[in-house]
């Protein structure tokens, strides 16, 4: 053979290669596919089930399993009821004749007493377990009152005994036996369903209680097999329920095999705890146990018997095919493979969520891209035919020169017809030097330069029409491609597959226990630098601050950058918890300030303003006045801010938002009402500024003794559809004064010095640099130099720009601290 240096290809006579691993697994899937087609698909499994619980009794007297497995049997599978019924009477017949016929009256009694309760139950699986408990309990008074001539007490306590575990058993089945469909199960084993197929199973054991082989008891071999597959598979907690129930149900069948508990129990804790050494792990888990357990309660003969059983048991482990196990383990709640298979579930939702949206996105970009598609030459040469066609069909058509000015002349008519077109369009007369060219020319040159002047007319309006039709266009394509990039960038945020940062979450918490800190629960969402976000509950703190004063700064000390709470919620009442949200510190924050006034004293104001938080460290201030004054005009710039609120936390471009914005302003009113807008977004990492002057008067920085103007010009939102949106980007410093306000602080028609020149002139004087205090200072001069008027609706905004400094240096606690990301 040949080696790879990854796996063996071994060569085959026709000169190609196979794997022998991929032959290995394709030989295993179709054995176990086989299989299932054989014992699930052809009911094998339920007629074995059947025969095994047809032998199965309690107390050597009481047998309550065939009736509620044939009774569950026939509410879900009821295609396989003569089948199993078959394999239930072959059971008990071979226990005793006496026995199956006792039997197959209860069943009889059943399904008489089904059909005639099936008005009354309409065919409730409720019903279920009480039919079979009055069957058993009447199947079993009529059989001792045969035997023995009467019914006394006693058997009326046994009837009432098994009856009672037929019906509990009943709602056990109900449950198990859907677990054996045929079909691919597509949920999950819930709990009570792992329990009741365990139940079910050693149900089935106890039918091979007498069974011996070579002096081994075929039903301790199978018990402690199903304790190994389950020990395996699901770990101690499933191991030990299993060995327990298994055990359980063997000594109730046979009191001398109670001892059996302990060895089960004790064996599937053992393999469960082995579990991480694989199948060679769960094996050793049994052995250890088997020595244990057999050493105190048997002689030398029973010990070596007992260690025979567990290792033929061990050796049916060993050959059990691996997609067995891993599809049981898959489909048992709390277990690393159903973890993993629920993980990869959510991770295909994931994806195809992600390529739904990137579809939508394509989709929006194809619109945008169909919609911004420019007006070709070509077009605009066939309006052009259109229109010089409507002027010589009623002049050329009807002159005898015609052939000559459009056959042989061609090129100088319709040269000259053009030229004479744009001319009027342009500039409203044709040139002299055109107009006798074209009175040589043509001998109707009057009456054509007549229709084409009243045609231009209608060639205008529809270009007019044409231009706003464009514009629109080309604003939708904007919009579109907005929402592209938004549902593009959506898609890329889908695909980002959250961290397990449990072991991160553990270092954390016992970091803040080792502190001395009670903590309830740590949940970790984002350790990205700079983007930390951190869930936490503590029990009720009464208000002492606990989280700012103790838990932020060790949690900076730990993560190695500055963590501030970002927000809290505690309870008013004891014994609640309080919870509180982490998150990374910007390097600067903004303190703002604002003062305003109504027009001529009034309530309510034109203009509006707004603070925006857009997350990801950004800050927007806008403001916006409503042209005029009064309702309408602060109904108009309160819904432009409100607007760009949501365009903006949406995560579209301010650029775009500002069109989207303008456009909806534009087509919605025909009022003469507009609204400027004055936005500045403040990076709060790197504290860079970009300004949009919609219509707005100019902002100032104050850096020292310095005051820099912030100009853009545009028109105010809502006058035209199309426009370029002009952004002017600033690097702001800490410490610096940002000044935003309306036109109505800088317009005053009496004053003698300049307004803008007035405003440098009075920041530069101020000596305080406290926000809110320089926006009163700068209204109150203003209406004090308006000798108490109040002239035009006025805002005033101040941001001022600081270093982040937190209350609260970081607690050093190195020995604990956590790898981010690890």
């Known amino acids: 053979m040949e080696n790879t240096g990854k796996q063996w290809i071994a060569p085959v006579p026709d000169g190609k290669f196979f794997d022998l691993r991929q032959s290995l697994r394709l030989s295993e899937a179709y054995l176990v596919n086989k299989i299932k087609e054989i014992f699930l698909k052809r009911g094998i499994l339920l007629f074995i089930l059947g025969f095994l619980l047809g032998r199965a009794f309690i107390l050597s007297e009481l047998a309550p399993f065939s009736l509620p497995f044939l009774a569950a049997i026939s509410v879900f599978q009821a295609a396989r009821l003569p089948l199993v019924f078959i394999g239930v009477e072959s059971g008990a017949l071979s226990v005793s004749v006496i026995h199956a016929i006792t039997l197959l009256g209860s069943i009889f009694f059943f399904f008489i007493l089904k059909k005639m309760t099936r008005p009354l139950t309409k065919e409730n699986i409720l019903w279920t377990p009480g039919l079979v408990f009055v069957s058993l309990f009447a199947g079993k008074l009529i059989v001792d009152a045969v035997k023995n001539g009467g019914v006394l007490p006693f058997y009326f306590l046994m009837a009432a005994v098994e009856a009672g575990l037929g019906f509990v058993l009943t709602y056990i089945f109900l449950q198990a036996i859907p677990l054996f469909a045929a079909g691919r199960r597509r949920q999950p084993y819930k709990t009570e369903e792992i329990v009741c197929m365990i139940i079910l199973f050693a149900s089935m054991l106890t039918g091979m209680i007498d069974w011996k082989m070579d002096g081994l008891s075929v039903a301790n071999i199978f018990a402690r097999y199903l304790i190994l597959i389950f020990s395996f598979t699901a770990g101690a907690a499933i191991g030990s329920t299993v060995g327990v129930v298994t055990g359980l149900i063997f000594g109730l069948a046979d009191i001398g095999m109670f001892s059996e508990m302990s060895l089960l129990a004790f064996a599937g804790l053992l393999g469960g705890l082995l579990k991480d050494g694989k199948r060679f792990g769960v094996a050793a888990g049994l052995f250890i146990a088997t020595m244990l357990i057999g050493v105190y309660r048997l002689d030398d003969h029973g010990l070596s018997v007992t260690l025979y059983e567990s290792a ?61 598609k420019q007006e070709r030459n070509e077009e605009r040469d066939e309006e052009v035919d259109y229109f010089l066609s409507n002027v010589t069909e009623n002049s050329c058509q009807t002159c005898f020169k015609k052939e000559q000015c459009w056959v042989k002349d061609f090129h100088k008519t319709y040269g000259l017809m053009k030229t004479m077109m744009n001319e009027l369009n342009e500039e409203k007369a044709v040139r002299k030097k055109i107009r006798r060219e074209w009175d040589r020319h043509c001998i109707k040159s009057g009456k054509v330069l007549d229709l084409m002047q009243k045609e231009l007319h209608f060639y205008q309006a529809n270009q007019k029409l044409k231009k706003q039709v464009r ?42 226990k ?113 042209m005029g004054n009064g309702e309408k005009a602060h109904r108009e710039s309160r819904e432009t ?28 009113t025909t009022d003469e009402i507009f609204a400027t807008l004055d936005l500045a977004m403040i990076d709060l990492q790197d504290a860079r500024a970009k300004f949009i002057k919609i219509g707005s008067s100019p902002s100032f920085i104050k850096r ?69 205090a320089v926006a009163d200072l700068l209204l109150e001069d203003v209406i004090r130099q308006r000798s108490g008027k109040i002239l035009d609706d006025m805002t005033i905004v101040v941001a001022k720009i600081k270093h982040n400094n937190p209350k609260w240096k970081s607690i050093p606690f190195h020995s604990y601290k956590t790898e981010k990301g690890a």
């Open 312 to 372: 033929a048991a061990i050796m049916l482990f060993f050959m059990t095919p691996k997609s067995f196990t891993a599809f049981l383990a898959k489909n048992i709640p709390g277990t690393p493979e159903h973890a993993l298979e629920q993980q990869q579930y959510l991770r295909n939702m994931r994806d195809v969520t992600a390529k739904r949206v990137e579809q939508y996105s394509s989709i929006f970009l194809a619109l945008a891209k169909s919609f911004g």
């Open 471 to 512: 514009e629109t266009r080309k604003l939708v394509a904007d919009q579109l491609y907005g929402v592209s990039k938004v549902m593009g960038n959506f898609a890329l945020e889908i695909q980002k597959e959250r961290e397990n940062l449990d072991k991160q979450e553990e270092q954390i918490f016992d970091c803040l």
């Open 514 to 626: 080792n502190f001395g800190i009670d903590v309830g629960d740590v949940e970790i969402y984002s350790l990205e630098e700079g983007n930390v976000d951190i869930d936490i509950t503590i029990p009720y703190c009464d208000g002492m601050g606990q989280n700012e004063k103790l838990i932020a700064p060790l949690l900076s000390d730990i993560l190695g950058e500055t963590i501030i709470v970002y927000s809290e919620n505690c309870p008013h009442v004891r014994h609640e918890y309080c919870k509180a949200t982490f998150r990374s510190a910007k390097a600067y924050v903004v303190e703002t300030g604002v003062a305003h006034a109504a027009y001529d004293g009034g309530f309510l104001s034109g203009d509006s303003f707004s603070m925006i938080e857009l997350g990801r460290g950004k800050l927007a201030l806008a403001i916006s006045d409503g």
């Open 641 to 668: 801010l409100d607007l760009l609120k949501k365009i903006l936390q949406s995560g579209i471009d301010e650029e775009v938002a500002i069109k989207s914005i303008n456009s909806v302003l534009s087509l919605r």
């Open 704 to 772: 020292g003794d310095r005051v820099i103007k912030v100009q853009a010009s545009n028109l105010p939102i809502g006058i035209v559809q199309d426009f370029e949106v002009d952004v002017v980007s600033e690097q702001l410093k800490a410490e610096d004064l940002l000044i935003m306000l309306t036109d109505g602080v800088l317009d005053d028609p009496q004053a003698a010095e300049n307004g803008e020149a007035w405003l440098k002139r009075r920041l530069a004087e101020m000596e305080t640099d406290d926000p809110q």
